[in-house]
């Protein structure tokens, strides 16, 4: 097939690489001869509004392809739009051609005056469910030809069907930077002390994990480590915290601990309510939970934090390996709608660990959409541990550095105009 | 004076470059023919138990200075021990030489046994209090000659004597670049949001306005910063952050708010409980209380978090400035022993902001020890902000970064064996 305009949206939570996957989907598609390469503003919503950015203003000076590589959360603005249920529309009669005054209609109507041959959506499972509702929907109307291609986004690496996430690699590594740091500070006092440190991750503890990489680099924590992929034990868990007030140097426990962790019935001071708006539970202050718990239960010094927003945000200390990969994707994600796929998500598949090395394939995002993806049980080991073959496999995805320009002593950001 | 062995101590919190205030001190008394330069272990109380090291052991090569500098936290550990009240031992009679079995006694015997012309401590102003005691207890002893020298070190940059202190710069730097990172993730959704930062800074609102420096480079935010300079008032607050929801752009209302907030009274889920090993109290949950009351009196979506231990351990991304100012103030420290001074601390003086330019002088630790230096009125701005006076003041502390050395992908560390 050949391009006349394209569209590119980002949505979901930020990442520190997410603009250079946009910088992949651009650079491609402007290189396989799209007239126009359009970013939707705040996600979907922008389509439904027509809000579009012209993307040659945007990214197409190398200054500007370098500080968007530097500029963490969404260039476009991201959204957290659910678009209706499939199963009416798909069901509706074809000579139809999107059924009146639905949100399907709408974006039909969008895509034919701005004469879209293909949409990129970078984001998480949720906007692969999207990717695979309008894949689903467009299929067999007037817009058959129109690709819709999904480019994986997530600093939780929960996708299913690809080896790893854009995104995770940077967030993989301001944690093990974090705990390397923490590990030095903690390390200054010969009194015992507990730390927790809640790392990002609903449902799957791969951010987690990647608390062990500090031990590369000589620190002796985190002593703990609880990822969701494990039933939590709030008795096994004071019984470890007690060993290694008991038997670690200076009586120092450095914890990391996900998110997602379940304490309900456990600790009575845990709130896992909010829900976001995919219905998902915003479980919140399984750290806090936990500190109350230890200051009740053992009566040492202890105190509780989280990464929160900065671990998807730390494009400052961003992977290399992470960064050129989300633009590779991004490039690949375009490489698939030309060849005439639709309804897939591009991916990472890895050949080996060491030296490390990979290719791009992809997959239906009906493989994608709406799971989740945990980690594979030989990456855990016994309850507050990750295995060595955890440990080689999260190496690779942290290495690099890509050189920040700095700007009044700040990493300089590029920033849209309103 | 000459210099036959000096003793060298790190006290207090951590901060990023305090080792590099170590390897000045180091440097320049073997410049000036100390013959051995011992490290104690874990501030004065390394001192009382002999624990030293010898430094040549550990900075004498290239590789390992460049290392010191990019390690955060004390790498020879911290206390916070105090020494016993003065005024009964500086009465004491002097033929008597140091009362029998106290605090002193022991020290003088272990100056006497490592023959210690003079003891330097990398610290704050609880340091300082240490450093004063000891210069006025070995005054007119058989122990006069030894000299007691103060190295300034905190991030909260609440020292009296010193136009800023060394620490205080890259914590800086990490809290303006996490404000910068932040604003760019909390402006990809168009919806009504407030988040609530909470900085270190027990007394004073140095670092909290830090946080201003993030708008140098593009960051709408901080919206409102709240220092512990201004008397807190939670129906103002309220009505603040109600303003930024209408008028904001998104209704998005990013917050800085100093640890030190006083809210007793106001916030029923505020608790300031707890003291360290000084008496002094730690106010816990300024931003969480916040958070509690914003979403029960705005019923908005509200987030609070900390940036808690990682702002005094990032050297990742440490001020240059800070860093080459931290050595160099080491070195000064030698310099004031080395013309006989004593109870003194070394000092940066700040000649202009604009080309920036300093010097190194010094300051009787009298005038350090236990006081406080909060921002200047002319600093603040209204209620809820800060001056252009402060950001003038501030900007040049941040500028420039270290070359870092990474190993597996994570910064290089200098770790003392056991």
Same mark, same amino acid.
């Given at each position: ?6 569209? =590119? ?5 930020? %990442? ?66 659910? !678009? ?10 074809? /000579?139809?051609?999107? $059924? ?25 499972? +949720?906007?692969?469910?999207?990717? *695979? ?38 967030? @993989? ?21 507990? %730390? ?9 503890? *791969?951010?987690? @994990?990647?608390?062990?990489? @500090? ?22 868990? !004071? ?49 806090? /939970?936990?500190?109350? $718990? ?7 010094? =202890? ?11 730390? @494009? ?7 960064? !050129? ?13 030309? #060849?005439?796929? %639709? ?13 490390? #090395?990979?290719?791009? #394939?992809? &997959? ?7 799971? &989740? ?13 990750? #295995?060595?073959?955890?440990?080689? *496999? ?23 105009? +309103?």
């Amino acid at each position: 097939m050949s391009f006349k305009n394209v569209i =590119v949206a980002q949505s979901g939570g930020p %990442t520190a690489v997410i603009n250079s996957s946009l910088l992949g989907v651009y650079e491609q598609a402007k290189k396989l001869g799209a007239c126009k390469v359009y970013g939707a503003r705040y996600g979907i919503c922008g389509v439904f509004d027509g809000k579009f950015i012209d993307l040659d203003n945007v990214l197409h000076s190398l200054d500007n392809e370098l500080l968007a590589m530097q500029t963490p959360a969404s260039l476009l603005g991201s959204c957290r739009r659910r !678009l209706p249920a499939v199963f009416f529309y798909e069901a509706r009669s074809k /000579a139809d051609n999107f $059924v009146k005054g639905s949100d399907y209609e709408k974006i039909a109507s969008i895509f034919k005056q701005f004469d879209v041959s293909a949409f990129f959506y970078i984001g998480g499972n +949720d906007s692969m469910e999207t990717v *695979w509702k309008l894949a689903s929907v467009f299929k067999g109307t007037e817009l058959n030809s129109v690709r819709f291609i999904g480019v994986p986004k997530t600093i939780d690496n929960d996708l299913e069907g690809t080896d790893h996430c854009p995104g995770f690699g940077s967030a @993989a590594k301001f944690v093990a930077t974090s705990f390397l740091e923490l590990d030095r500070d903690l390390s200054v006092y010969d009194k015992p002390s507990v %730390t927790i440190i809640e790392v990002m991750g609903r449902d799957a503890g *791969w951010l987690t @994990a990647a608390s062990a990489l @500090a031990r590369l680099n000589g620190a002796k924590g985190p002593d703990l480590i609880y990822c969701c992929e494990n039933d939590f034990n709030l008795d096994l868990f !004071l019984a470890d915290v007690e060993r290694g007030l008991s038997q670690n140097k200076n009586g120092r426990v450095l914890i990391a601990v996900s998110e997602g962790l379940d304490l309900k019935n456990q600790c009575e001071k845990f709130s896992g309510e909010g829900c976001d708006d995919f219905g998902h539970v915003q479980n919140a202050g399984v750290a806090k /939970a936990l500190e109350l $718990v230890v200051a009740k239960q053992l009566g040492c010094k =202890v105190r509780s934090f989280e990464l929160s927003l900065l671990q998807r945000a730390s @494009a400052h200390i961003a992977s290399k390996t992470d960064v !050129l990969e989300a633009r590779a994707v991004g490039r690949h994600a375009v490489d698939l709608a030309f #060849s005439g796929k %639709t309804g897939v998500m591009a991916t990472i598949q890895r050949n080996s660990n060491n030296p490390y #090395s990979v290719e791009f #394939s992809s &997959v239906d995002v009906a493989n994608v959409a709406g799971r &989740v993806k945990k980690m594979p049980a030989n990456f855990i080991a016994g309850n507050f541990d990750v #295995s060595k073959e955890a440990v080689d *496999w999260l190496t690779p995805l942290i290495q690099g550095q890509i050189s920040i320009k700095f700007k009044n002593g700040l990493p300089a950001h590029l920033i849209l105009a +309103d």
